[in-house]
């Protein structure tokens, strides 16, 4: 059987490495602040050394915060890795770095694919996470029983890089989606209408997405507990800026909305405050 070292254990990671050991694989997690995985010790293996994670590991999942968090580890840890391993980045993170830290990988022996996830933390917990990759074809076969442990929708979009590039084009989807929600809402709560009521119209019809079954539903209720961070949505906002060609005015709309907010530990639905509130 595989050896799996999962590094990162918050809303998204200690949900996505649960449902491996679930599916019958040896998982070992690692978090930076030890005492939030720690709770879950009987449900999975847990360690608080690093090194321990990764050491003869066969995958190695990441799931970390920022750009500069996942360089930093990964020149910590590429070092140390077991020749012939698959590391497996599933942040969102920088298609560059990507590029990067595949070509840095090659010199050790070592195949990184880059897979970040989206569906939030509701697909976390349910194991029905979209996952897109990027790397070589071969690691991705390979890790791909992986993947189906922890998603529904796993999709293949080629080169290095490639799966980060995805991952920022639906980020874009998702900022125009959450945006017209909170406007449709502002919209329906000026004129006095009820706003389950409207929802209802919305969900029953073709505006229907998964924000509005979802992030609808909290904005209404005035849920802004993060299944999704504000300050992570920003980050993937700006690094798609950062390779923006064809100017597109929405993502540039959401990127100043949500910084002006200044909300960044509530999560992203809590965009229609922008609205309620008129910043």
């Given amino acids: 059987m595989m050896k799996i070292g999962f590094i990162g254990g918050g809303i998204m990671g200690l949900p996505m490495a649960k449902n491996l050991t679930k599916s019958g694989f040896d998982v070992v997690l690692y978090n930076r602040t030890y005492s939030k995985i720690e709770p879950f010790k009987n449900d999975i293996k847990v360690t608080r050394d690093l090194i321990e994670a990764i050491l003869d590991k066969d995958v190695i999942f990441t799931i970390v915060g920022y750009p500069f968090e996942v360089k930093d580890l990964y020149e910590t840890i590429l070092p140390k890795c077991k020749k012939g391993a698959i590391l497996v980045d599933m942040t969102t993170s920088s298609p560059k770095l990507a590029k990067n830290l595949y070509k840095a990988a090659l010199p050790f022996g070592l195949s990184i694919l880059d897979a970040p996830v989206t569906g939030g ?14 790397g070589d074809l071969s690691s991705y076969e390979k890790v791909l029983p992986l993947f189906q442990s922890m998603g529904k929708t796993i999709t293949y979009m080629g080169e290095a890089g490639s799966g980060q590039m995805m991952k920022l084009a639906n980020q874009i989807t998702i900022a125009s989606n959450i945006i017209g929600i909170a406007e449709s809402l502002a919209f329906a709560k000026d004129h006095d209408l009820d706003l389950n009521k409207v929802l209802s119209v919305i969900n029953g019809g073709s505006a229907s997405s998964w924000q509005a079954l979802n992030n609808g539903v909290k904005m209404v209720k005035k849920d802004y507990k993060p299944g999704f961070y504000i300050k992570h949505f920003i980050k993937d ?12 005015p929405n993502l540039v709309h959401a990127e100043m909305l949500y910084t002006k907010l200044n909300k960044m530990d509530l999560g992203t639905q809590a965009i229609i405050e922008a609205y309620l509130n008129q910043i």
């Fill in 121 to 134: 933390d509701k697909g976390a917990i349910e194991a029905s996470l979209s996952i897109m990759v990027g």
């Fill in 237 to 248: 906002l700006r690094l798609a800026l950062d390779e923006m060609k064809t100017t597109l």
